[in-house]
């Protein structure tokens, strides 16, 4: 007959050995979202810079131009005013994407001031440009590129930081894609940080949005009526353009501004119902990944 101290002995050895194969399973099972979370993270930079480089010229000017040329429109004497205001937004919306996707400095800048740069020479020939215009095309192209960068790095702090980048590229993007669905997303993505005790501050968010959105609209419609108000070949002269667009642009904020916050919301009244379900998506989704990551912390 065996010792019954000797079973007790190989019992307790065995439910030892269970254990730790039961510790090592639960560790690797641990570990390969950390793993998975460790490649996301090495591989997501160079995946950001092809999808920024992508998305540069369908952004900022998308429909107004041929692809990866500059919206200059020919005129009688030279290049239309209004190519202006649609060259500097356009630069400024592409680059601040690209800066939104791309976290590093200088990578960023090579990005898009590269694309420019390559846009900039392929547009070469499209127009014929009167003398001293082509300076100040470039610099407006120059300007709108450095706003963008400064906008686009300040948009990756948070879902509402997120959703306000989107609402401005929204109103300011001077390319014909439809704002209906950016919108949208726009407005419901403050939901993704919403809870119970934070409802106060999840409408303020959406606020916001709304507010930058209007905003935008009525700066970029304001600045294509203040290149509208420049005779044709006037771009050459950049000390006398300069007064008369910045007179334009502040009449037509004061005289329109109103009027144009008042019905631009109209137009993308049937994307509403899609915020609806964004949002309510949003809330559902980041509660169920609250409560997976709850036993996980436990």
């Not at 960023?108 to 215009?133: K, Q």
């Not at 930058?212 to 600045?223: E, F, K, N, Y």
């Amino acid at each position: 007959m065996s010792d019954p101290r000797t079973r007790a002995e190989a019992k307790a050895a065995t439910t030892a050995r269970e254990g730790q194969v039961a510790d090592a399973s639960e560790g690797e099972g641990r570990t390969a979202p950390r793993d998975r979370g460790a490649l996301v993270r090495r591989v997501w930079p160079f995946v950001a810079m092809v999808v920024a480089a992508l998305l540069w010229w369908p952004v900022g000017f998308l429909g107004r131009a041929e692809w990866m040329h500059l919206p200059l429109t020919q005129a009688a004497g030279g290049v239309a005013p209004l190519s202006g205001g649609e060259l500097f937004l356009g630069s400024l919306v592409a680059a601040a994407v690209v800066s939104a996707l791309v976290s590093s400095p200088w990578p960023r800048f090579g990005i898009a001031a590269g694309l420019t740069v390559v846009a900039w020479v392929l547009s070469d020939g499209d127009v014929v440009v009167a003398a001293g215009e082509r300076v100040v095309l470039a610099a407006l192209a120059g300007l709108g590129l450095l706003l963008g960068l400064a906008v686009g790095a300040r948009a990756t702090r948070g879902a509402v930081p997120v959703a306000t980048f989107l609402a401005l590229v929204s109103g300011l993007s001077p390319a014909t894609w439809s704002r209906g669905v950016v919108l949208a997303v726009a407005v419901a993505l403050p939901f993704w940080v919403a809870t119970s005790d934070r409802v106060a501050p999840t409408i303020l968010a959406v606020v916001r949005v709304v507010l930058t959105w209007l905003l935008a609209v009525v700066v970029s419609i304001s600045l294509y009526a203040g290149f509208g108000a420049l005779k044709v070949g006037a771009l050459a002269d950049p000390a006398g353009a300069a007064p008369v667009v910045g007179r334009a642009f502040v009449d037509n904020v004061r005289d329109n501004g109103l009027e144009i916050a008042r019905t631009a919301p109209q137009v993308y009244t049937g994307w509403i119902w899609l915020a609806v379900v964004l949002a309510i998506a949003f809330v559902v989704v980041a509660t169920a990944l609250k409560r997976r990551r709850a036993p996980a912390a436990a």
